[in-house]
């Protein structure tokens, strides 16, 4: 079956910092991507996504690249904000009745 | 632009009390519907999913049911709730079948405590 597997957290970074939350997945066929962040009390919002290898998703700063060859979308920003910080959720889905396969999640603190 | 509600926001029930929590979409036909619950730290596990009105499939064997009486509507209930049943509960749409490279669209959830 289809697995994600998130880096683990939490992770506290200073404001300006530099992110990586890795993200490396198992799945039959091509699966589209997806990072997700959930703010304190709230539910889930797409961050951005890929459909295909090599795709780049991006929003807010953030990005995450495709790669087919390591299954892997790591989510990078390179400047992080204070409001940033949130529980971010890497996922995968590959049709059938659109269902996702959600990673456990991980927590960002940025500190100022 | 569609929508979703969920609600109560919030409940406190005692074990042993029924549920119901119900989730509806505006804007958009035919969606596929999804239940989550996700413990506190926890990832999120599919409860539930739909694929059209009477159309429920279960992932998780529990005490726990689903219905659809309407297009875009969503209940999640329980005929007797258990301590283990304590979490957040989050709804979700996404496009319907053909679409697989479309997101999820999560409510706002509903955070249910047991006593």
């Known amino acids: 079956g289809n697995s994600v597997t998130q880096m683990e957290g939490p992770v506290t970074l200073s404001e300006e910092a530099f992110l990586t939350i890795n993200c490396t997945y198992t799945?039959?066929?091509?699966?589209?991507l997806f990072w997700y962040v959930q703010y304190p009390g709230e539910g889930l919002q797409l961050l951005l996504k890929?459909?295909?290898?090599?795709d780049k998703g991006s929003n807010k700063g953030f990005e995450a690249t495709y790669r087919k060859e390591t299954t892997s979308f790591h989510l990078e920003k390179g400047s992080v904000q204070v409001s940033d910080s949130a529980v971010y959720f890497c996922a995968l889905s590959d049709g059938g009745a659109g269902k996702s396969t959600f990673g456990d999640g991980t927590t960002l603190t940025v500190k100022p | 632009s569609q929508t979703i509600h969920q609600w109560p926001a919030t409940l406190v029930q005692p074990v042993g009390s029924p549920l119901s929590l119900e989730c509806t979409v505006e804007?958009?036909?035919?969606?596929?519907l999804y239940w989550y619950r996700q413990a506190a730290g926890r990832g999120l596990q599919l409860l539930f999913y739909?694929?059209?009105?009477?159309?429920i499939s279960s992932e998780v064997p529990q005490n726990l049911s689903a219905s659809r009486p309407q297009d875009r509507q969503f209940i999640l209930s329980s005929k007797k709730l258990l301590l283990s049943d304590s979490g957040f509960y989050l709804c979700?749409?996404?496009?319907?079948?053909?679409?697989?490279?479309?997101?999820?669209?999560f409510g706002d959830g509903t955070r249910l405590s047991i006593l």
């Open positions: 979700a749409w996404s496009l319907p079948r053909g679409s697989s490279n479309q997101p999820q669209h």
């Open positions: 804007g958009t036909s035919n969606p596929n």
């Open positions: 799945a039959t066929g091509y699966p589209s």
């Open positions: 739909s694929v059209g009105i009477g159309q």
């Open positions: 890929a459909t295909k290898a090599d």
